[in-house]
Nanobody, 123 residues
Framework: QVRLVESGGGLVQAGGSLRLSCVVP????????MAWFRQAPGKEREFVAA???????TTYTDSVKGRFTISRDNANTVYLQMNSLKPEDTAIYSC?????????????????WGQGTQVTVSS
């Protein structure tokens, strides 16, 4: 079982920025498409963004388009750059990995998960 490791969460004022990181330990990183999901208190888990194995394709949920950017390096890390943060972005953010090609926005399609990192945006 592979446990992904997120970091970079914290408390930020509305309009601020954070960059989340997720490390995939001990695996061939290029074999996995990656994604970020989030879950706010009392709400269902929500898809945020996904990136293909090569990084050539990305997709975002509508509420973060133009503010968030998902990217990956050639080693073992995927990032989520979050700008112009809003209080409604407050949630626990988790990264996920899946084998195969293409982009997916459904949590059940992902095999490996991290423990999550808290992002809190104050108004």
């Amino acid at each position: 079982q592979v446990r992904l490791v997120e970091s970079g969460g914290g408390l930020v004022q509305a309009g601020g920025s954070l960059r989340l990181s997720c490390v995939v330990p001990g695996r061939t990183f290029s074999n996995y498409a990656m994604a970020w999901f989030r879950q706010a208190p009392g709400k269902e888990r929500e898809f945020v963004a996904a990136i293909s194995r090569t990084g050539s394709m990305t997709t975002y949920t509508d509420s973060v388009k133009g503010r968030f950017t998902i990217s990956r390096d050639n080693a073992n890390t995927v990032y989520l750059q979050m700008n112009s943060l809003k209080p409604e972005d407050t949630a626990i953010y988790s990264c996920a990995a899946r084998g195969g090609i293409g982009l997916r926005s459904v949590a059940d399609d992902y095999t490996y998960w991290g423990q999550g990192t808290q992002v809190t945006v104050s108004s």
